[in-house]
Nanobody, 125 residues
Framework: QADLVESGGDSVQAGGSLRLSCIAS?????????MAWSRHSPRKSRVAVAT??????NYADSVEGRFTISRDNAKNTLYLQMNSLQPEDSAMYYC???????????????????WGQGTQVTVSS
């Protein structure tokens, strides 16, 4: 099982951008198996915001058109480019790996087997 380490979280003004990264520990090889970015804020449940599986990308409605998920298997790194950030995007963001086949942003997050520790994103108005 890999260790996943997220980075890139920060405090930004509304309308700003951030790029999150999730790097797997050495010895773990990224595959095309489903990976996801999710977020959790104090008053909301943890939800997936974006998934990637092979060439398939899927997004939650709340981030569609503003966030882009990508992966570099050679670097064992998963990314989340976040543009036009809004205060409601404030949350702890987590990456997850080893998800089920045919995943999407509505896939039950309990079906992902490997998680990072999270990186905090705070957006002020």
């Amino acid at each position: 099982q890999a260790d996943l380490v997220e980075s890139g979280g920060d405090s930004v003004q509304a309308g700003g951008s951030l790029r999150l990264s999730c790097i797997a520990s050495s010895g773990y090889t990224f595959t095309d198996r489903c990976m996801a970015w999710s977020r959790h804020s104090p008053r909301k449940s943890r939800v997936a915001v974006a998934t990637t599986e092979g060439f398939d990308l899927n997004y939650a409605d709340s981030v569609e058109g503003r966030f882009t998920i990508s992966r570099d298997n050679a670097k064992n790194t998963l990314y989340l480019q976040m543009n036009s950030l809004q205060p409601e995007d404030s949350a702890m963001y987590y990456c997850a790996a080893e998800g089920p086949r045919n995943c999407n942003a509505r896939t039950d997050l309990h079906r992902f087997h490997t998680w990072g520790q999270g990186t905090q994103v705070t957006v002020s108005s």
